[in-house]
């Protein structure tokens, strides 16, 4: 015990005092996961915001052909402007992408309309350009009410109810809280977390070995009268105190930039006051023992910081991989997938976010799980720091 | 004193260390002379336990290094070749980290810490950071901090590689002063002057085997040579590669 206090003592105060370990851990990691989230956010806010708002420019052909459609258009803010010179245009127009989307009336438009024949009206769009997909919805929304109105003011006149046309009433009932749906947007945090905590502790997992022993240190370190097995966990201990700080910084940092995101715009209440704040700590941070193990054991296989930079830069992804899987998926948490290490903080995450009840027994397996995943990899690093082979 | 008797060491085909044998006694010190790859360093490396022997013995004290190589290890204060030291640490905290791990009393190791500061005349350097320290001074805190504990057996692994005159120098008056304190010395080096300048027993390796175990008169008498280079080279052509 006294060993591994030892040794993790003394990689805390040499790390303290390493400029590369400190701007990734203390800096890097908790920064740069707040500052692309409020990009992201205030971009796709401000995207969503405009197009709600903005007057929609409808090139029209033959606008004079059906003026009280056009007045129609007019009232739901459509602004009616002049289109190409013929259809001709307007397709060729439309395909190379110089127009979203353009609405055609034919010549015959006003005499179908007034025979109560169906009369036509095309609208240009290219499917493939999903730039144009809300331009199109629009126009094509407003040409369906219109044509709905029409058709219930024609029953009237008839003397016949418009519910007619309406025989069935379809009510779509949206039971997802605003939190529920920012957890879609917010799902993206536990991968910033996550990383954090892993850039935290990677300088020193790379130095604690390969940099050991590119440094010719670790060779009289060996020749000490110490168990190897505790070298190595003092180590490990040491990689998981700096990511556990760097863990808090980067919620810490999340606590007080989501208030400065337009959230609410887009219809989201994130949870994430200070309780949440702490108990994100403590379901995130049983992973430090995973990625501090993972990434020394990766190391210890290179013959120098530069190799094992390269390699332990891998690590980085391999959380993503479960979390991406689900988040296409749309997976429900379940008590299985609670076993696999960043997943299951993924998804407990994502519960907590949305204001879920926590799930005990998920909260039990997954810290359980992966403190054991965790002492299986670290028991792995013991083994190999007893090689003869360590030294290269 | 170290024992060692009959070590043999192989790395895949390359056959290191063929069957060394001799004796390093307290109060001496011994040289392990020869060329480069004779296999010094693998010798030396089994005895600071961090290789393990394919066959033979070696012992530290009468302590079996493969048996108890925690306890054989503590006897020992070691100077591997090349070896670091942590740049982002002062002398001073590089030799107290190893005072600690040698398991000394938290309330000696200030203490004996200033006494090895003292002894290798590094206080002018102490509290500095150990980056960007010369060659010279990184070898003096590496001596520092395997010597803090007190060891009895001292195994240095060509501790004067890229040392100046100076350098060398008080590295062998520490050497003289340690042996003097009835300690026992073993130490590694390709370069005959020296070791003849400061060892008492001198063992010429070669080709993974001894060659010779004498004293520097002894050797002169073997080889008929009075010149000690050529006596040397004399020395190891009397090895045949197995």
């Known amino acids: 015990m006294k060993t591994i206090r030892t040794v993790f003592m003394k990689e805390v105060i040499e790390n303290f005092r390493d400029r590369r370990t400190l701007i990734s851990a203390l800096l890097m990691g908790p920064l740069f996961g707040p500052i692309l989230f409020a990009f992201v956010i205030n971009l796709s806010v401000k995207q969503s915001l405009d197009n709600a708002e903005e007057a929609l420019d409808l090139p029209v052909i033959g606008a004079e052909n059906a ?33 979203d989307v353009v609405v055609v009336i034919p010549e015959d438009f006003g005499e179908d309309f007034s025979n109560m024949v169906s009369a036509t009206v095309e609208v240009i769009t290219d499917q493939a350009n999903t730039q144009a997909e809300r331009q199109t919805r629009r126009a094509a929304g407003a040409l369906q009410a219109y044509s709905q109105e029409i058709a219930a003011m024609r029953l009237t006149i008839r003397g016949v109810s418009p519910t007619i046309m309406r025989p069935l009433n379809i009510d779509e009932v949206d039971v997802s809280t605003p939190s529920g749906r920012s957890a879609i947007l917010l799902g993206m945090l536990s991968y910033f977390f996550i990383f954090a905590l892993l850039t935290g502790g990677m300088n020193l997992a790379i130095d604690a070995t390969a940099g050991e022993r590119e440094r010719g240190s670790l060779e009289p370190l060996l020749c000490l009268p110490v168990k190897r097995d505790h070298l190595i966990f003092g180590k490990i201990f040491a990689a998981c105190l700096f990511m556990a700080i760097s863990l808090s910084l980067s919620l810490t940092c999340f606590h007080f930039t989501l208030k400065f995101m337009p959230l609410q715009e887009l219809g989201m209440t994130p949870n994430f006051g200070p309780l949440v704040v702490l108990l994100a700590f403590l379901l995130l941070v049983p992973f430090a023992l995973v990625g501090a193990s993972l990434m020394t054991l990766v190391a210890s296989f290179t013959k120098s910081f530069k190799e094992a930079q390269t390699w332990v830069s891998v690590v980085l992804l391999a959380p993503t991989m479960p979390i991406l899987i689900v988040s296409i998926l749309m997976v429900r948490p379940s008590t299985e997938l609670m076993f ?11 519960g907590l976010i949305k204001n879920e009840p926590l799930n005990l027994l998920h909260v039990a397996v997954s810290v359980i799980g992966t403190l054991v995943i965790g002492g299986l990899l670290t028991w792995i690093c013991a083994r190999l720091y007893r090689r003869e082979g360590l030294l290269g | 004193m170290i024992e060692v008797e009959n070590l043999r060491k192989s790395f895949g085909d390359v056959k290191a260390v063929q069957g060394v044998s001799f004796t390093a006694d307290d109060g001496k010190i011994t040289g392990l002379l020869g060329p480069n790859g004779a296999g010094k360093s693998t010798t030396l490396r089994a005895l600071y336990t961090v290789l393990k022997p394919d ?3 070696a012992k530290i004290d009468g302590i079996n290094v493969v048996e108890d190589s925690v306890a054989a290890r503590s006897r020992i204060g070691t100077l591997p070749h090349g070896a670091g030291l942590y740049p982002h640490l002062t002398a001073r905290e590089n030799i107290a980290y190893y005072a ?3 398991d000394m009393p938290a309330d000696k190791i200030d203490g004996c810490v200033q006494t090895v500061i003292d002894q290798l005349d590094i206080n002018d350097f102490a509290d500095r950071k150990t980056k960007g320290f010369s060659q010279g001074q990184r070898t003096k805190v590496s001596l520092a901090r395997s010597l803090v504990h007190g060891p009895q057996n001292i195994i240095l692994d060509e501790p004067s590689n890229g040392l100046d005159v100076m350098a060398t120098r008080s590295l ?11 300690k026992c010395v073993l130490f590694s080096s390709h370069v005959m002057q020296e070791v003849a300048a400061l060892c008492d027993e001198i063992v010429i390796i070669a080709a993974g085997q001894v060659a010779l175990h004498d004293t520097t008169e002894g050797i002169r008498k073997a080889t008929g040579c009075e010149d000690l280079e050529e006596a040397f080279v004399r020395a190891i052509q009397m090895v045949e590669p197995e």
């Open chain 2, 55 to 57: 066959s033979g013995t």
């Open chain 1, 340 to 350: 696999i290490p960043s997943l299951s903080q993924h998804l407990l995450l994502v």
């Open chain 2, 172 to 182: 062998r008056e520490l050497i003289r002063q340690l042996k003097r304190d009835g």
């Open chain 2, 100 to 102: 600690k791990l040698y």
């Open chain 1, 67 to 99: 003026p009280n459609l056009m007045r129609y258009l007019e009232s739901r803010n459509i602004n009616i402007t002049d289109g190409p010179e013929s259809r001709q245009a307007a397709i060729d127009a439309v395909s190379v992408g110089e127009q």
